[in-house]
Every structure is written in structure tokens, then in C-alpha cells.
């Protein structure tokens, strides 16, 4: 089951498993799919989780309202870890945590892809819920899995141990992987939680155990609040890790608000919104005006909307989505864009086929970029009246919709 904070396009249904039901705690390791090679840390994850013993923490789940084996997981992947304990462990409830939506969505794609082993497809684990929201859903979780990358942001690693422990019930167990066999940092976290830390190592990577053995003292809130002008307003903005760009203001947005102008009733569009400082500016300039800022990150949606209600905006709207289709085409007057510089502009061609859509004909695409020349080769192919000029460090890419 795919659970998101907003509706979303290609909801795939759900399906029930047609594998055979193991014993009540049995886990069965012979299934092994055929499909996306899993990333380092998610294999050496599950070779530490299929031996576990779950007897203690299905004694732990029988006490609750809940009798079946809680499980909560996250992945830089496509979760396989999650899906083969699922899969495995049927008696399980496995919540596999996402904070964007595309990589959620592409988890669920790779889950049902064709099997050799399971002709002619694959059927998603009823027992296994895929869910996109700005925070772990809160219930009580007798297991917790976190395969961890040791190149990502070190803030949002803290946040995700820290949700994972903080939700284990008394008793429960949080295993982690990082894809480092060197590590320190890690461990040092893991710490910080319960002293008695045990340690597998492997040649690529290394897995941390520990249990939980009393509540968390306190919790650390990784939220930002930051203040920055526009027009001579004073805008606060919230941001969390994950979340674009997390405790500054980006430089780029700060150039795409000094290059647009905003009229009475103007219909705005925010693509890649982030935590939402363009949304803030271009919204608070004139109350008239409408803006719909669109992420496919839930948590940056999430501060967006806290960051509405702070500085009493009213004329904003939200979506969840990672499609590019955003409601009726030909609706907007103008659409802004920041996009991120990675994915050889596949990303960015993105932005502007979504912007083409929505806009009315006539209407004005306006982005910001440090890589000016693609722009200039390639803005054309969707738009008419193209522009690319300096803005300080930056670039401002403008078109209009034929």
C-alpha cells in the first residue's frame, strides 16, 4: 500500500501475496528476487536481519493492540530489505518509511516488477505499506531497520536514527548498516542511545545492533527557523533536514525572487518549491495573487505549511507530486523553477516540460541556474521570446509559452 500526504497519479492497487504463509516468527530466506542489485548497505542489512531470532519481539508485539510484528524501515534504495522481510514474514507489519515521493513511487515500481521465480508478475506484500510522509507514522515498532549511506547528510542520518529509536517500544531492536566498514560516526550515534552497542563487520560495510532499554530522555529537534526580506517584508521560513536548502536561504531563490515581479491576480506556479522561500516572497508580495507550489518531497511541503501559517500567508496551495502533471493544463501565468543541478538535465527538462503544461499560452517560465549554456541551447525547443542573463553568481533562464 502506497500511503501519501496528498493524491497522487498512478496509485498502483493493492495486491494480495500469492506466497505461502511460513509459521508464526519463521523467516524463510529462499526467496531472492531477480531484479535491481540492492545498494551495499541494504544487502549487508538483511544478512544480519534474517538471523534474528524474533521470538523476543513477538512476545513484545503480543502485548500490544496490535499482535502482529511491527517493523519500520527506511532506504536510500528500493528497499528490499523491507520487501524481503515482508515477504518472508508474513505475520509482519513492515512500514517502509520515504520522505520523497519519487523515490517511493519508484520502491513500489520496483517491487512489482516481473519476477523469473513468480511468472508472469509479481504481486506487491499485502503486509507491506510504503509510506511518504514528512515523518515516521507514529505507532509503536518492536523492530527498526535503517540502512545508511556514509556520503549522506549527516543531520538527516540524527533525525532518522533518532525517529526509528524514539518509536521502538520497550524492548525492541534498531539495526543499522552504513556502507563504510571504517565507521565511527555511526556507532557513536548509536551510543547515544544505549551504551551496550553490538558490532558486525563486514569488508564493505558494518552493522550496529542495540536494544531499546528505557524511553529517550529528550528529543532533539532538527528544525530551523530563519528569517530573511523580500520587498521590504520580514518572511520567516522553516526547514528540516532533507528538505532544499536546509538552515540558510538559497542564493539561487534569492536571485529568481529579485527577477520577477508580481501583478493582482496573478496565477503562480513553484516548481520544486523546497522548503518554500520563493513561495513566501512571490505570495506575501500581493494577497490577490495565487501561488501553487508543488515538491515531491512531503517534508518540504510540511515546512512550507508551517511556514504559511507563521507569517499568516492565505493565498498559497500545496502539492505533493513528483508527475509534472499539476491539475488542468494552461492555467498559470508564470511558473518558477530552481532546479537541482544533478541528473545530466534530465531533472531540469523535467521543470520545463511540467511548466510548458501548466502554463497558458502566453505565459512565462522564469528558472535560476548556475549552467547557463544548456539552457541556451535547449530553452527553445519549448518556449518562444528565450532569454538567459547573469544574475550575480547566477543565471536567470526566462521563455514564454507559444
Not at 169 to 175: D, E, N
Request: with cysteine; aromatic share 8%.
Amino acid at each position: 500500500m502506497l500511503r501519501l500526504e496528498s493524491q497522487i497519479l498512478d496509485n498502483p492497487s493493492q495486491l494480495e501475496s500469492q506466497s505461502e504463509t511460513p509459521n508464526l516468527g519463521e523467516i524463510t530466506t529462499e526467496w531472492v528476487p531477480d531484479r535491481l542489485t540492492p545498494r551495499i548497505e541494504e544487502q549487508r542489512l538483511w544478512e544480519i536481519v534474517k538471523e534474528l531470532d524474533l521470538a523476543p519481539f513477538l512476545q513484545i508485539a503480543s502485548k500490544s493492540s496490535n499482535s502482529k510484528l511491527q517493523v519500520a524501515s527506511i532506504s536510500f534504495g528500493r528497499s528490499q530489505a523491507a520487501e524481503w522481510f515482508a515477504r518472508s514474514t508474513p505475520d509482519s507489519q513492515v512500514t517502509c518509511w520515504y520522505v520523497d515521493q519519487f523515490q517511493a513511487f519508484r520502491a513500489t515500481e520496483h517491487m512489482a516488477l516481473p519476477d523469473e521465480k513468480l511468472q508472469p508478475a509479481k504481486e506487491l506484500p499485502t503486509n507491506l505499506e510504503i509510506a511518504c510522509t514528512a515523518d515516521l507514522p507514529l505507532k509503536e515498532y518492536q523492530l527498526a531497520f535503517i540502512p545508511l549511506v556514509s556520503s549522506g547528510e549527516a543531520e538527516l542520518s540524527r533525525d532518522f536514527l533518532q525517529q526509528m529509536f524514539h518509536q521502538l517500544a520497550i524492548g525492541g531492536r534498531l539495526v543499522v548498516s552504513v556502507d563504510n566498514p571504517e565507521d565511527r560516526w555511526v556507532h557513536d550515534q548509536m551510543k547515544g542511545f544505549e551504551k551496550s552497542v553490538k558490532v558486525r563487520k563486514f569488508a564493505d560495510a558494518v552493522v550496529y545492533m542495540i536494544d531499546k532499554r528505557t524511553p529517550l530522555k529528550k528529543l532533539k529537534d532538527f528544525s530551523c527557523e530563519l528569517a530573511f526580506r523580500d520587498c521590504e517584508e520580514l518572511i520567516q521560513l522553516i526547514t528540516r533536514p532533507g528538505v532544499f536548502s536546509h538552515r540558510q536561504l538559497d542564493n539561487g531563490a534569492r536571485q529568481l525572487l529579485d527577477a520577477v515581479d508580481v501583478y493582482p491576480g496573478a496565477r503562480l506556479l513553484d516548481i520544486g518549491c523546497g522548503s518554500g522561500s520563493v513561495t513566501l516572497g512571490v505570495a506575501k508580495r500581493d494577497p490577490s495573487a495565487k501561488v501553487h507550489a508543488v515538491d515531491s518531497n512531503s517534508r518540504a511541503l510540511s515546512c512550507l505549511s508551517r511556514s504559511l501559517k507563521l507569517n499568516g500567508i492565505a493565498n498559497v496551495t500545496t502539492e505533493l507530486n513528483h508527475s509534472g502533471v499539476y491539475g488542468e493544463a494552461d492555467q498559470f501565468d508564470m511558473a518558477l523553477a530552481n532546479p537541482p543541478y544533478f541528473g545530466d538535465f534530465r531533472i531540469a527538462e523535467k521543470f520545463i516540460a511540467a511548466a510548458h503544461r501548466s502554463l497558458r499560452p502566453g505565459g512565462r517560465l522564469v528558472l535560476v541556474t548556475k549552467q547557463p549554456n544548456w539552457y541556451r541551447e535547449n530553452l527553445e525547443r519549448w518556449l518562444i521570446e528565450c532569454d538567459v542573463f547573469e544574475s550575480r553568481r547566477y543565471h536567470i533562464a526566462s521563455g514564454v509559452k507559444p
